[in-house]
């Protein structure tokens, strides 16, 4: 399998008033594609600048970031946005829908970054629709749809690019357990279609359906946990 | 990002915030819109004015006595009498071995006196001219006929009304053959003229036409004309005209030095011009004042940007999650300032073509000779000045938007 993302000696430091916060404190691993992991951490443990680093939104202060062998320190602002339309989907805990556009163009949102003109978007939007169980929500607004729902359009959204990884910050923290069980079904359903996935959570239950758990504690990995059969 | 989808996002703002869409381009609207109108029922008194001194002839020369600077005002202006342009200039200025362009000319005293008919006693204006007023003037005589030559010559005791000047001294009663009175001299009425309406340069219908000879020597005791009037054949031939007629004063007045003119020439085209340039300075003038509503408008759209831009401040760093680049939202932005601001702009010129539409009706319905002119480089210069407008108050406000940190963004409340 292809080494995706590998990172060495990690470091973020964010100035403060009166001095500086460690926030990453020497992170180092790798994740190859294919992967279903989860970050796990308490809140303030580091794991969504971890993840802001991992997705582009964010750079580290010192420490080698190496996705699929580039080193992003060498990149610009222009490319970093090039990279996270096309090699990263992102789902966030609060889906992040645009409530006054429709679903279908809600899914599309990313082709308008893509660079070139797109043809075929309506296609590719609603084939991503079909996939979450959504083809009959297609013009509907978000705000008239369940939270569970909301979270698979933005999971079509994170997948009509075809990226190389997928980042879930925290994606059933508002959901219910049913759905929420209904959109980790989906994120397994994914991974065994091949999709490389990063789950990023406090929640144990959630960590435990990956097949290997980073947990991160006060900016660093305490442990790389294989799970069997998770 | 492509337009169709920037404008998609404008119209679901608009959907979602109908009252604040409209407040954000209405200063526009007005701005737009009084600037339109300003310039189109600015061109349309214009075309009034001009139209006014256009009917009085292109072709006409008029001589003033006394020295002035072409483009300044006559001296008469300043209340002094100049004795320099006589009877007899007039009369030369006829002789068409010198003067071939000259068709007709005529010579005038004015003057203000009791005028009365047995009717009627009342304080009016009369006019001494020569026998081709008519002609010079393109008056038509509407009843009875206008002195000849010969009376003009022979001091004939003869008047002619204006139509108005009818009206007050007989009423609905036929004048022709009655007598008037002017100051103590009386006259007989051998015709009156058809009305022409007043404007602004002259008003033919509220005056008594006499032989100029007959006004200087027996009402006005004076032996100097007020000015000349010279028709010429063709508008093309003004300018040889007015050497011709120069060569023949100076000659007459024993003038060697052109500084030493004792008279000035001008032509009804020259003050076409000079008038033409007033009435377009008074024009702009007040559009830029119409246009500073635009700086307002722009204030607002500006306003209304940065609340967007704070409203959205998640949906930016979403935005820029899915990988929008910096100059993605500055276009994003600025492209709604400015169709935001252009849609304020088409509105305003519809509104302000459909008002200049109104007055040049109205203006029209009242006799005006007004015409109804929007120019289309005015539309097009309002539409440009909008999208501008648009893009300098956006600026900031997309700027600011363009500029903010996805991360914080995203956790934006």
């Known amino acids: 399998m292809e080494t995706l993302i590998s990172i060495k000696d990690l470091t973020k430091d964010y100035e403060l008033?009166?001095?500086?916060?460690?926030?990453?404190?020497?992170?180092?691993?790798?994740?190859?594609?294919?992967?279903l992991v989860a970050i796990m951490g308490p809140s303030g443990s580091g794991k969504s600048?971890?993840?802001?680093?991992l997705g582009f939104l964010d750079r580290p202060t010192s420490g080698t970031y190496l996705f699929r062998g580039r080193d992003i320190k060498t990149l610009s602002d222009d490319e970093l946005a090039r990279l996270r339309n096309k090699e990263i989907g992102f789902v966030f805990q609060s889906f992040n829908l645009l409530k006054r556009t429709s679903v279908l163009d809600n899914v599309k949102l990313p082709l308008s970054y893509v660079g070139y003109k797109v043809t075929d978007g309506d296609e590719r939007a609603k084939k991503g629709l079909d996939a979450v169980g959504l083809s009959h929500r297609l013009h509907n607004r978000p705000n008239q749809l369940s939270g569970g729902e909301q979270q698979r359009v933005a999971i079509a959204r994170a997948l009509i690019n075809n990226p190389s990884i997928i980042f879930a910050d925290e994606p059933t923290g508002n959901l219910d357990s049913k759905s929420g069980a209904q959109v980790m079904q989906l994120f397994k359903d994914l991974h065994h279609q091949g999709h490389t996935i990063v789950l990023v959570t406090h929640d144990a239950t959630v960590a435990?359906?990956?097949?290997?758990?980073?947990?991160?504690?006060?900016?660093?990995?305490?442990?790389?946990?294989k799970i069997s059969g998770g | 990002m492509q337009i169709k989808e920037i404008i998609k996002t404008i119209l679901e703002?608009?959907?979602?915030n109908k009252i604040r869409a409209v407040l954000t381009i209405l200063g526009i609207v007005i701005g737009i819109g009084s600037v339109i109108v300003i310039m189109s029922v600015g061109a349309g008194a214009q075309s009034l004015i001009l139209n006014q001194v256009n009917s009085m002839g292109t072709d006409l020369i008029g001589i003033l006595p006394g020295a002035s600077d072409p483009n300044g005002p006559p001296a008469t202006v300043f209340g002094l009498t100049i004795t320099t342009l006589k009877y007899e200039d007039a009369q030369a200025l006829r002789?068409?071995?010198?003067?071939?362009h000259n068709v007709a000319v005529s010579a005038y005293v004015a003057g203000v006196d009791t005028i009365s008919s047995i009717y009627e006693n009342l304080t009016g204006n009369f006019m001494g001219t020569s026998a081709a007023y008519p002609e010079v003037e393109n008056v038509e005589v509407a009843s009875g006929r206008f002195f000849t030559e010969s009376e003009e010559k022979g001091l004939a005791r003869v008047a002619v009304l204006g139509a108005q000047m009818k009206i007050d001294l007989f009423g609905e009663n036929d004048p022709i053959g009655q007598r008037i009175k002017i100051k103590r001299e009386?006259?007989?009425v051998i015709g009156v003229l058809a009305a022409r309406g007043s404007n602004l340069l002259s008003d033919t219908d509220n005056?008594?036409?006499?032989?100029?000879?007959?006004?200087?020597?027996?009402?006005?005791?004076?032996?100097?004309?007020?000015?000349?009037?010279?028709?010429?054949d063709d508008t093309q031939n003004l300018d040889a005209a007015m050497d011709d007629i120069r060569v023949i004063l100076r000659q007459r007045h024993g003038i060697t030095n052109p500084a030493d003119d004792d008279f000035s020439i001008r032509s009804t085209a020259q003050a076409l011009d000079v008038l033409g340039q007033v009435t377009d300075a008074i024009r702009f003038f007040l559009a830029g004042i119409g246009a500073l509503s635009l700086l307002v408008g722009g204030v607002g759209i500006m306003n209304i940007m940065l609340i967007s831009v704070a409203e959205r401040t998640r949906e930016i760093g979403l935005r820029k999650a899915l990988g929008a680049r910096k100059q993605d939202l500055l276009v994003q932005f600025l492209a709604e300032a400015s169709i935001s601001s252009l849609t304020g702009g088409v509105v305003g010129i519809v509104g302000g073509v459909a008002i200049s539409a109104l007055i040049a009706l109205v203006a029209q319905a009242l006799g005006y000779n007004w015409s109804f002119v929007v120019s289309p480089a005015s539309v097009i210069l309002a539409c440009a000045v909008s999208i501008s407008i648009g893009m300098i108050?956006?600026?900031?406000?997309?700027?600011?938007?363009s500029g903010l940190d996805p991360i914080s963004a995203l956790r934006y409340e």
Do not use: C, W
């Open chain 1, 208 to 225: 435990h359906q990956a097949h290997r758990i980073l947990h991160v504690m006060d900016g660093q990995i305490v442990q790389d946990e």
């Open chain 2, 393 to 401: 108050f956006g600026y900031y406000p997309a700027k600011k938007a």
């Open chain 2, 13 to 16: 703002g608009f959907r979602a």
């Open chain 2, 186 to 188: 009386s006259f007989e």
């Open chain 1, 17 to 35: 008033e009166g001095g500086v916060a460690n926030i990453l404190r020497g992170v180092s691993f790798s994740i190859s594609s294919g992967e």
């Open chain 1, 49 to 53: 600048t971890l993840m802001h680093i």
């Open chain 2, 95 to 100: 002789d068409r071995s010198q003067a071939p």
């Open chain 2, 207 to 232: 005056r008594v036409f006499v032989p100029v000879l007959t006004a200087e020597k027996l009402v006005l005791g004076i032996d100097h004309l007020g000015f000349i009037r010279a028709k010429i």
